[in-house]
């Protein structure tokens, strides 16, 4: 049986960590080379690293802190933010990332996603999508962050996104970030039933029985949180031992 993975993730800003509820208020969370050797040797299974101003003027002081985390880990990496050549993938996979995620990048040119799937490998892209539910019940694509929204629906987008080569597919739902109640159980399920590839859920997840349920009714293949992590609510240790518990199958 595969093991559900639980990710945590570092959403980088001018070099540190930091965490916001529903793509905003941005608070600091702390240096995320601690952070990241902290979750690796708890047992974290993987670590997901994005910086959420990047721009390519940056990528020289981002492919350096990349460095100096992949330094203090020892467990699959994976890196995003400003993501939008074959040569960005290269600067930061001999920095040391195992995986990037592309996401406005992708969408504006969904042709990068076959490029990248083409050059590394589909095991090696991350199709991050920033979702929306809005009024009408329909999960929308969102750009920049979560700040401009498409005409886009996210189970469309991500079925054409697989199709071009992503091996992988990062959910954030907006609705849920930060909030802490519960992840974002029927869209999770829908693409995780729809497609081939593995869906990591992330945002909501607020309490261990969240990810249990993200797992036995979500359908997902991995769970990704941060500030429940950053700021001690809930350590890795604790909350594999629950899902064991709770017959969920994880790596202790």
Not at 37 to 59: C, M
Not at 219 to 242: G, M, Q, T, V
């Amino acid at each position: 049986m595969l093991t559900k993975r639980i990710i945590p993730c570092l959403d980088i800003r001018d070099g540190r960590t930091v965490k916001g509820v529903n793509f905003e208020n941005i608070r600091d969370a702390g240096d995320p080379v601690e952070l990241g050797a902290l979750y690796a040797s708890q047992g974290a299974d993987e670590l997901v690293f994005l910086d959420i101003t990047a721009t390519n003027e940056k990528r020289k002081t981002l492919s350096e802190l990349v460095n100096r985390i992949a330094r203090h880990i020892n467990i699959p990496f994976t890196v995003g933010g400003g993501i939008g050549s074959i040569e960005d993938v290269n600067i930061l996979l001999r920095s040391g990332a195992d995986k990037i995620s592309v996401n406005t990048a992708a969408f504006r040119n969904p042709q990068l996603v076959s490029d990248l799937a083409g050059e590394f490998g589909s095991q090696c892209i991350v199709l991050a999508i920033d979702a929306k539910q809005e009024e009408d019940g329909v999960w929308y694509v969102y750009l920049n962050g979560g700040r401009i929204k498409t005409d886009t629906t996210c189970e469309d987008w991500a079925r054409q996104g697989v199709d071009r080569g992503a091996g992988e597919i990062l959910l954030t739902s907006m609705n849920h970030d930060g909030a802490k109640n519960g992840f974002a159980l029927d869209i999770t399920r829908r693409l995780a039933d729809a497609l081939p590839v593995p869906v990591i859920a992330s945002g909501g997840g607020g309490t261990m029985p969240h990810f249990v349920d993200v797992f036995n009714e979500g359908h997902a293949d991995a769970a990704l949180a941060a500030s429940i992590f950053h700021f001690k609510e809930i350590s890795i240790p604790e909350l594999k031992r629950y899902l064991q518990d709770n017959q969920i199958a994880v790596r202790i």
